[in-house]
């Protein structure tokens, strides 16, 4: 089996954090997307540091209490049972954004690396996980008026910030709901450095690569370049590696981006249900608490996770923007976009409502 460079160790013993976890993990379906991993676990943090005395804000970093508060906070039965109120009537849609920020853009604007929409319906009892490719080409709310008809879709997060339309999250969540014609009532934001973390706390993932990525040009943080060869075959990843992994493009295509995310992030979710501990649990929380921005208050977090504790998993739904769905295009200024064929697109949010 091949390995990566550097790994973390297995965790050792300490079952009453893994069990905390195992019960938030399972309470959400959502393990195959950021959600399942960050959301509810954001909803822990934010809860804990309301119980330590700080407050919360909806739309900022989640923060945690001293870890020395953490023993003392470790029942997850009473904020799971009863359930809160669901906040909308009907199907829940929550954007996903993924943001790769390099070291030297912490408090500059930037674009989502990784986009998905989850939609949750408790009345179907179904939960749908749609990924959009960065490249599509679409009209962008509130541009117009700055001489902009249309740009890539992850630029939403970027002008959000940069000409103070609501922000990253709330123009992506206009953004997506104008484009593909279904509300979007809440966006969560995780960085990937977190992301990359969190694998590295678990002892990293297992990863079975379908053939070898080899990208010459792989971007590196001080914006210069480097080769990156993956080979084919069961891979342990690090978060490092598995951070390259989904982010490479070069060998493949932005369609197999998202495939590559997807199973990531599954990888993860099945090294996570094979601890039998999992003392690491305050540092992710930690992680989390850091590299996290959501506008779910804490409720619609619990509400999600006791609604996502009784989805079976046939009636969790994956799917993307397909090659077939776009025409690639070039724009006046030489940029690689793609054009969404919009009854295509049609179709696709029809299969992501459960409507066929």
């Not at 195959?32 to 809860?47: D, F, H, N, P």
């Not at 990359?196 to 971007?219: C, F, Q, S």
């Amino acid at each position: 089996m091949n390995s990566a460079t550097s790994t973390s160790p297995r965790p050792a013993s300490g079952g009453r954090y893994y069990r905390l976890f195992l019960v938030v993990l399972l309470a959400s379906t959502l393990l195959s997307t950021w959600l399942g991993i960050a959301v509810v676990m954001a909803a822990r943090a934010q809860r804990w540091r309301a119980m330590a005395g700080a407050g919360g804000s909806g739309g900022g970093p989640l923060g945690l209490p001293p870890i020395s508060e953490v023993g003392r906070m470790l029942n997850p039965i009473e904020w799971l049972n009863p359930a809160p109120a669901w906040p909308v009537p009907g199907r829940l849609n929550v954007l996903v954004l993924g943001v790769d920020r390099r070291p030297d853009e912490q408090d500059v604007p930037v674009r989502s690396d990784g986009i998905m929409l989850i939609g949750l319906d408790p009345i179907s009892d179904t939960i749908s996980v749609l990924s959009i490719p960065r490249d599509l080409y679409v009209p962008i709310p509130g541009l117009e008026e700055r001489g902009i008809s249309q740009s890539r879709i992850n630029t939403a997060c970027f002008y959000g910030d940069y000409y103070h339309l609501g922000g990253c999250g709330e123009l992506a969540k206009r953004t997506v709901a104008y484009n593909f014609g279904v509300p979007v009532h809440r966006y969560v934001l995780l960085d990937f450095n977190g992301f990359k973390r969190i694998i590295d706390l678990v002892g990293g993932i297992e990863v079975d690569v379908p053939r070898t990525i080899v990208d010459n040009a792989y971007p590196t943080d001080d914006y210069g370049t480097e080769r990156l060869v993956i080979p084919a075959g069961r891979i342990h990843m690090d978060g490092e590696l598995a951070l390259k992994y989904v982010r490479t493009r070069h060998a493949d295509s932005d369609f197999g981006r998202l495939k590559r995310q997807q199973q990531v992030l599954m990888a993860l979710r099945a090294k996570v249900l094979s601890l039998q501990t999992l003392p690491q649990i305050p540092e992710i929380l930690r992680t989390l608490g850091e590299s996290v921005q959501t506008d779910l208050t804490i409720p619609e977090m619990l509400a999600i996770a006791q609604f996502a504790r009784g989805v079976p998993e046939e009636r969790i739904r994956l799917l993307a923007v397909e090659p077939s769905m776009v025409r690639p295009w070039r724009t006046p200024g030489g940029a690689a976009v793609l054009i969404p064929n919009r009854q295509a697109l049609a179709a696709l949010m029809e299969a992501f409502n459960w409507e066929r």
